[in-house]
């Protein structure tokens, strides 16, 4: 059975199946539940087909798959290309929006990296940026990297 153009195996549970496609989470799966009436702990083939059908209908209600990811990417790629704060900072694989970054900013590394290379696959259909940006990523990276203050 396919879902949001995604194959969904019909042994798994309802709440794994559903959380598995890119743009709906925990949240959209408890407010489909509660719309449609159903228990979280049953499994695709043992739903009747209207059932089913109506699972499908309402998740196509939201924007998935592909589709969210290119809006997001849409979202993203004027900073990127304007040059400024924000898309340096996202470039360079660091917290946007003036986060903490001496303790905590793992997560956001890791995030703000593949928001980058997904946007410059969007943008310029390469999966990685072109060298001249990348030597430009490098030589920033040891500019801060002379600016770092020592430990004691």
Same mark, same amino acid.
């Given at each position: 059975?396919?879902?949001?153009?995604?194959?969904?195996?019909?042994?798994?549970?309802?709440?794994?199946?559903?959380?598995?496609?890119?743009?709906?989470?925990?949240?959209?799966?408890?407010?489909?539940?509660?719309?449609?009436?159903?228990?979280?702990?049953?499994?695709?083939?043992?739903?009747?087909?209207?059932?089913?059908?109506?699972?499908?209908?309402?998740?196509?209600?939201?924007?998935?798959?592909?589709?969210?990811?290119?809006?997001?990417?849409?979202?993203?790629?004027?900073?990127?290309?304007?040059?400024?704060?924000?898309?340096?900072?996202?470039?360079?694989?660091?917290?946007?929006? *003036? &986060?903490?970054?001496? /303790?905590?900013?793992?997560?956001? $590394?890791?995030?703000?990296? !593949? #928001?980058?290379? %997904?946007?410059? @696959?969007?943008?310029? *259909? &390469?999966?990685?940026? /072109?060298?001249?940006?990348?030597? $430009?990523?490098?030589?920033? !990276? #040891?500019?801060? %990297?002379?600016? @770092?203050?020592?430990?004691?």
């Amino acid at each position: 059975m396919f879902l949001a153009r995604r194959k969904i195996d019909l042994n798994r549970y309802l709440k794994p199946a559903l959380t598995n496609i890119y743009g709906i989470g925990r949240t959209r799966f408890r407010l489909i539940q509660q719309k449609l009436g159903f228990r979280q702990n049953i499994k695709f083939n043992e739903m009747k087909r209207a059932k089913r059908r109506m699972i499908t209908r309402s998740v196509d209600k939201y924007t998935t798959t592909n589709q969210l990811k290119r809006v997001e990417n849409a979202i993203l790629r004027p900073h990127f290309l304007n040059g400024s704060y924000k898309g340096i900072r996202m470039r360079q694989g660091m917290p946007a929006n *003036g &986060q903490r970054t001496h /303790s905590n900013a793992s997560m956001s $590394r890791t995030k703000n990296k !593949l #928001l980058y290379e %997904a946007a410059m @696959k969007a943008t310029t *259909g &390469q999966d990685k940026p /072109s060298k001249k940006q990348q030597k $430009r990523d490098q030589k920033n !990276l #040891l500019r801060k %990297a002379k600016h @770092k203050p020592k430990k004691k």
